[in-house]
């Protein structure tokens, strides 16, 4: 009779290779899935379902955890529902495996509030170190049925099913993250151009546009304060635009405030920002100084801003730091100053309506813009450079007649380029064809009227204008101001009743 020891020997070591076959089979398997893996969920539904049966579990799960605002997934095998990613996240068990490096393993324990006999786990981590999600199994069978614990062996079979996993699942996040990255980049880059693009540059070529144009190159490269003077609709934002597009800063924030148009008791905080808890509930908030850091900050409407806050901002400019209202600290602040204003502050200066001081703070650098009725010459390129662009948008050719043009050169645009942008476009949404006409010009003072009037009466052009679009609007003043392109402060200044 041969010794039952050695015939239980052989047959054990029989079953030993094969199992150490199939262990090596599903490895191959894995790997193979982890190099074609697309997606985190998949790769560990695979790892998960080749693991089970290789360990002779009852059952088993496989968690990713949530990533930059994906929520997580659990793979479940006998686990009747799944369980939610968040059961998963709050299990004791989870919790210490995710504090090793290595398997764990336990006899009878609860894993996601059942009983069970035995349980295992290894964390999936990053080459980081950051734990990406686990893998665990639960109630080992026994050859003959029956339970048992899981082996040595079993846990160097996780670890290495970890091994292959946790690298592919940290690339994925990675690829993820790159893609979300470029997709930002991408939004970015349509962002500036659509802001920026060849057609948004500065169209001009009078002689007072070229100056305009050749100052705004030189000062773009400087951090020197520039003060662009204008009336409304010049054309003032977009040269403060191109001052940031040009200069070394362009890279960083342009932040754009309408000093005018902001409630005197909300411009401070909206310019130098908030600390919590100036009342009760108030949260800490930046003003636009700070948000501005490392680029520009445009302050439109310089010259309606009132006085205590001009002392503010004069030494915010004198000494560039910002004081948070109900802060006790200075905070620094690296940004570059924009200023506009349509407004004469030479005179704003003698009836004491503005500091002088700052004014020269502000006017290192000044830009002029004309009022267009100035620069007739540029009318044609303007519109057609306006045409084209709606033309583009809308996928449509389109001109303007010879006496279209002449009509418009006979205009005197109280608006500037701003009303015609906003003639064009109401012309070339009326007409059906590629044509527009002088008839098809719809302008909001009769262009006989205004050509008639002698050109240093400009300023009762403009009060007539703005008294006809107050009749238009029933008297209405803030929709007065919004057709005209200012805001309501300035219209009441323009004292048209
Ligand atoms: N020289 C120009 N070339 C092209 N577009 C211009 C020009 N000047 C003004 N615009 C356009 O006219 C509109 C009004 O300009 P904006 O910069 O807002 O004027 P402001 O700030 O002086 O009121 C904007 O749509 C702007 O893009
Ligand atoms: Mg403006």
């Given at each position: 009779m041969s010794d039952p020891?050695?015939?239980?020997?052989?047959?054990?070591?029989?079953?030993?290779?094969?199992?150490?076959?199939?262990?090596?089979?599903?490895?191959?398997?894995?790997?193979?899935?982890?190099?074609?893996?697309?997606?985190?969920?998949?790769?560990?539904?695979?790892?998960?379902?080749?693991t089970v049966p290789v360990l002779d579990a009852g059952g088993g799960f496989c968690a990713v955890f949530e990533d930059r605002g994906q929520s997580g997934s659990v793979s479940a095998v006998g686990l009747h529902p799944p369980p939610a990613i968040?059961?998963?996240?709050?299990?004791?068990?989870?919790?210490?495996?995710?504090?090793?490096?290595?398997?764990?393993?336990?006899?009878?324990?609860?894993?996601?509030?059942?009983?069970?006999?035995?349980?295992?786990?290894?964390?999936?981590?990053?080459?980081?170190g950051e734990v990406l999600g686990v893998l665990s199994v639960f109630d080992k069978e026994s050859r003959g049925g029956g339970s048992a614990s899981f082996e040595v062996e079993d846990l160097r079979f996780l670890a290495s099913v970890a091994a292959l996993v946790s690298p592919a699942l940290g690339a994925l996040r990675q690829i993820?993250?790159?893609?979300?990255?470029?997709?930002?980049?991408?939004?970015?880059?349509?962002a500036l151009k659509g802001s920026l693009r060849a057609g948004d540059l500065?169209?001009?070529?009078?002689?007072?546009?070229?100056?305009?144009?050749?100052?705004?190159?030189r000062a773009a490269a400087s951090r020197a304060s520039v003060l662009i003077r204008?009336?409304?609709?010049?054309?003032?934002?977009?040269?403060?635009?191109?001052?940031?597009?040009?200069?070394?800063?362009r890279e960083g924030p342009f932040i754009a405030i309408n000093c005018a148009a902001v409630p005197e008791s909300l411009l401070e905080s909206e310019l130098f920002g908030i600390e919590r808890g100036v009342a009760t509930g108030v949260e800490q908030r930046l003003g636009k100084f700070e948000l501005a850091s490392g680029g520009t900050i445009f302050l439109d409407?310089?010259?309606?801003?009132?006085?205590?806050?001009?002392?503010?901002?004069?030494?915010?400019?004198?000494?560039r730091v910002v004081e948070r209202l109900g802060g006790r600290q200075p905070v620094p602040v690296d940004v570059r100053v924009v200023a506009a204003t349509h407004a004469d502050l030479m005179e704003e200066i003698r009836r004491r309506r503005f500091r002088e001081d700052l004014f020269f703070r502000l006017r290192v650098v000044e830009i002029q813009l004309p009022p267009l009725r100035e620069r007739k010459e540029d009318i044609p390129r303007l519109a057609a450079h306006f045409l084209a662009r709606i033309a583009e948008r809308e996928g449509r050719h389109l001109s303007l007649t010879r006496s279209a043009v002449a009509e418009l050169l006979r205009y005197s645009f109280p608006g500037n380029v701003r009303e015609l942008e906003n003639l064009l476009e109401g012309s070339a949404a009326l007409v059906a064809g590629d044509l527009i006409d002088a008839g098809d010009l719809q302008f909001s003072l009769a262009p006989v009227a205004a050509a008639g009037l002698a050109a240093h009466d400009l300023a009762s052009i403009e009060r007539e204008h703005i008294r006809q679009v107050l009749v238009s609007v029933g008297g209405n003043k803030s929709r007065a101001a919004r057709m005209l392109g200012i805001n309501r402060r300035t219209l009441y200044r323009k004292n048209v009743t």
């Open positions: 020891r050695t015939v239980s020997n052989a047959s054990v070591s029989a079953f030993d290779l094969k199992k150490k076959v199939l262990r090596l089979e599903a490895l191959y398997d894995i790997s193979r899935s982890v190099a074609n893996a697309r997606d985190e969920t998949v790769l560990a539904e695979e790892a998960l379902s080749r968040v059961s998963v996240l709050s299990d004791p068990f989870v919790l210490d495996v995710c504090r090793t490096n290595d398997p764990v393993r336990r006899g009878e324990t609860r894993l996601l509030n059942v009983e069970v006999r035995s349980a295992a786990g290894i964390p999936l981590r990053a080459p980081s993820r993250a790159l893609a979300e990255d470029v997709d930002r980049l991408r939004e970015e880059n349509r500065l169209v001009g070529d009078s002689a007072p546009m070229r100056r305009a144009k050749e100052l705004i190159g204008g009336e409304s609709g010049t054309g003032k934002e977009l040269a403060a635009k191109l001052l940031h597009a040009g200069s070394p800063r409407e310089i010259g309606d801003t009132p006085l205590p806050i001009q002392a503010k901002l004069l030494r915010v400019l004198q000494e």
